[in-house]
């Protein structure tokens, strides 16, 4: 459960993903082929998963977006779904910024692949894990 604490934190993904016309789904580093979509809101979420906004921010750019009358448990949403995602790995929360390497920052369909998979074996990558945040 997103604690007040959390809320400061800096959230970023740790899983590959790509997008598959208006959906976001995780890619299996050992075969591309391979997709997990996700639900809308963990997908938006995902998206956003930068490692340079915490959830605070978060909460409040996806609120700008109803124009001063974000529906009543808008705030409860976004807490679920980053709490989900926290589970199933996809993000980590950091207290400072996070600067995602390349294989995390784009999009699988943008990125060069035989450059993402060299740069995940020299980071010695594993989908869900990233050295320094927790």
């Not at 604690?3 to 580093?29: G, S």
């Not at 709490?83 to 600067?99: F, H, K, M, N, Q």
């Not at 990125?111 to 927790?134: C, N, T, V, Y």
């Amino acid at each position: 459960m997103t604690t007040d604490a959390d809320r400061l934190k800096f959230f970023a993904r740790t899983m590959v993903y790509a997008r598959q016309d208006q959906d976001v789904v995780l890619v299996d580093m050992h075969d591309a082929t391979a997709t997990q979509p996700l639900d809308p809101w963990l997908g938006k979420v995902l998206l956003l998963a930068d490692g340079t906004h915490t959830v605070r921010e978060l909460v409040a750019y996806i609120s700008a977006h109803y124009r001063g009358n974000p529906p009543p448990n808008l705030e409860d949403t976004l807490h679920s779904v980053v709490d989900r995602l926290l589970e199933s790995g996809a993000i980590a929360l950091a207290d400072a910024p996070v600067t995602l390497p390349y294989y995390l920052a784009l999009a699988a369909d943008k990125q060069d692949p035989k450059k993402a998979h060299r740069l995940m074996l020299e980071d010695g990558f594993e989908q869900g894990q990233l050295p320094g945040i927790s």
